[in-house]
């Protein structure tokens, strides 16, 4: 098999970026073209395929090109470490990343709970609870485009739509190396205050982008516009999680930001539902609902919303 990737150097560890979706491969692609090393980890079928056939990255701001990447099945040995799978993957990419005892973690995920997981994972590999592991947010129109599971040959095309590609990180973890091989790249990095403050700052308005337009089944202006009572009262209880979590918002300021956003934009969460994948429902929705219930605040409109949703998948 060719997907072997290179093997990491205790002075200079490899990065490694787990996960070779949309995200990571366009973050891999960057951090190639920026001349740090780099392997992609995934799973058997995909690894070899990236290996044998590279990566095409198609973007509308930043030029296209082909990237021939290193990719593997698992991570390599000390190596820095970008995790950007979904939820449905985390499990998996958190016994890569323990066996391999990296130096440092940096998790581009959505939600909450994955980071408790992460954490702990690294922790007890080896006891080493210093090895940082960083809850990051990532933010741009990013998806993998041309790729038949069942084809055996042919470069996977990963599709960057806008402006938008920015990184945000805690301000703590401003001088790990991925970070600073980050900045090296086209891509924006920015720090965003505590990693509890970076993760609710995308979770806030991402949580209900991706329930409004799921359940609507359309874009979110046309979303929003389908109920606007409802999708007032989801953005109030949304943000007073969001501000008990120690965020302070307002419904009205998470509406300016989900009107800002183009009428037509999908969530990813949407295209999973009507594939009839469960997607990330719950790390998104989910995660928010038990924080509500945590701190005391009622959320029956998005109680009623996760409901409707997991009934739907539930009839598929």
Do not use: C, Y
Request: glycine share 10%; net charge negative; proline share 5%.
């Amino acid at each position: 098999m060719s997907s072997s990737g290179p093997a990491g150097d205790p002075r200079n560890p490899v990065i490694a970026v787990v996960g070779p979706g949309a995200i990571g491969g366009l973050v891999a692609a960057f951090l190639q073209r920026g001349r740090h090393e780099v392997v992609l980890v995934g799973r058997e079928g995909t690894a070899r395929r990236i290996a044998e056939h590279g990566l095409q990255v198609v973007t509308d701001r930043f030029g296209s090109w082909h990237a021939p990447l290193h990719a593997t099945t698992s991570v390599p040995r000390g190596a820095r470490v970008i995790v950007a799978v979904k939820a449905e993957g985390v499990l998996a990419a958190a016994d890569l990343v323990a066996a391999a005892r990296p130096t440092e973690v940096v998790a581009l995920l959505n939600g909450l709970e994955h980071m408790d997981l992460l954490r702990a994972a690294v922790a007890s590999a080896d006891g080493r609870a210093s090895v940082p592991v960083v809850g990051a947010t990532i933010a741009g129109e990013t998806l993998r485009v041309g790729h038949d599971p069942g084809a055996d040959s042919g470069a996977m095309t990963v599709r960057h739509r806008g402006d938008l590609l920015r990184v945000v990180v805690p301000d703590a973890a401003r001088d790990l190396h991925v970070v600073k091989a980050l900045r090296d790249t086209d891509i924006e990095v920015v720090t965003g205050g505590t990693e509890a403050e970076v993760l609710w700052k995308k979770l806030r308005f991402l949580a209900p982008h991706a329930l409004l337009t799921s359940t609507w089944r359309t874009g979110v202006g046309d979303a929003i516009d389908a109920d606007p009572a409802l999708a007032q009262a989801l953005l109030a209880e949304v943000a007073a999680v969001a501000t008990a979590e120690g965020v302070p918002t307002t419904a009205d300021e998470l509406l300016g930001i989900l009107g800002g956003f183009h009428r037509s934009m999908r969530s990813s969460l949407q295209a999973d539902l009507e594939a009839g994948r469960p997607g990330e429902l719950d790390a998104i929705g989910g995660a928010v609902a038990r924080r509500a219930a945590e701190h005391g605040v009622p959320t029956p409109v998005l109680d009623d919303l996760l409901s409707r949703l997991a009934a739907r998948l539930a009839s598929r």
